[in-house]
């Protein structure tokens, strides 16, 4: 679904990334684990056509990301950050249906679209008249899974989704997320920092460290067989959270 091609990138004197190859498969779940600073952000943000890359190339779905086509690419992406990004402005509806407007979607399809989304993340309909600061962080974070699922996008995107939320909070999101992916069979990129919540939530783990790539596979790949002494230590590091 994405192939990064000898990737890299860099802020005058700071490599944020070093170069390197991934590729994500479709409808697979895939999480970006590794310390703060690591890279891991970049390079969702590069996959999504945010950032440009100072070398190489972004391939989605066998199409090269260039300026000509990344805005038509972006459409079929949504888009999840830490406390779902709403603009506070504007009603959790409004969020929501942000791009479907832009996009002159039908006015009664959008109203289809948005009762479908309140279905599949158990969001009380009433409640998108409320603006964000009206809605707890629960809420605020499904409206913003809402938003990126709204145009049915085939690849979904998201950047510590739940690193804002309590314990509870979270927990019972964790449960309905990996709920929904399961349900829609979209492919999915998780950035984490929490090696628990990329074990429940992926198929594939890459873990990250000052812009390269350490090792990637399973949970019992990095647990079993660690290529480099850092993925043992990492993996150790919160070893409270995984199970052995």
């Known amino acids: 679904m994405i192939q990064l091609k000898n990737v890299s990138k860099r802020y005058g004197d700071l490599t944020a990334l070093h170069p390197l190859d991934m590729a994500i498969q479709q409808s697979r779940a895939t999480a970006l684990i590794g310390p703060s ?3 891991k952000s970049t390079l969702l943000r590069i996959m999504l056509g945010l950032i440009t890359p100072t070398t190489g190339e972004v391939w989605f779905k066998e ?3 260039s300026q000509e086509n990344v805005r038509t690419a972006r459409l079929a992406m949504g888009y999840v950050i ?3 990004g709403l603009f506070p402005h504007l009603t959790a509806e409004e969020n929501v249906t942000l791009m479907a407007r832009h996009l002159k979607m039908p006015l009664e399809q959008q109203q289809t679209r948005l009762q479908e989304l309140c279905d599949l993340t158990d969001f ?3 409640a998108l008249a409320r603006y964000p600061a009206e809605l707890s962080g629960g809420q605020r974070q499904r409206v913003g899974l809402m938003r990126a699922l709204m145009l049915d996008p085939e690849v979904l995107l998201l950047d510590e989704p739940l690193g804002a939320l309590d ?3 979270r927990s019972q999101l964790q449960t309905d997320l990996k ?3 399961q349900k829609l069979q979209k492919t999915v990129v998780l950035v ?3 090696m628990a919540e990329a074990a429940y939530f992926a198929d594939t783990i890459v873990l990250m460290r000052e812009g390269i790539i350490v090792q990637q596979g399973s949970l019992e790949d ?3 067989r660690p290529v480099d002494p850092f993925a043992r230590a990492f993996l150790m590091a919160q070893r409270r959270e995984v199970e052995f």
């Open 124 to 126: 009380p309909r009433p």
């Open 82 to 84: 830490q406390d779902g």
């Open 179 to 181: 709920a929904i992916f």
């Open 37 to 39: 600073g690591c890279g």
């Open 192 to 194: 984490t920092h929490d």
């Open 63 to 65: 199409q090269r990301l």
């Open 167 to 169: 314990p509870m909070t």
């Open 222 to 224: 990095l647990r079993d």
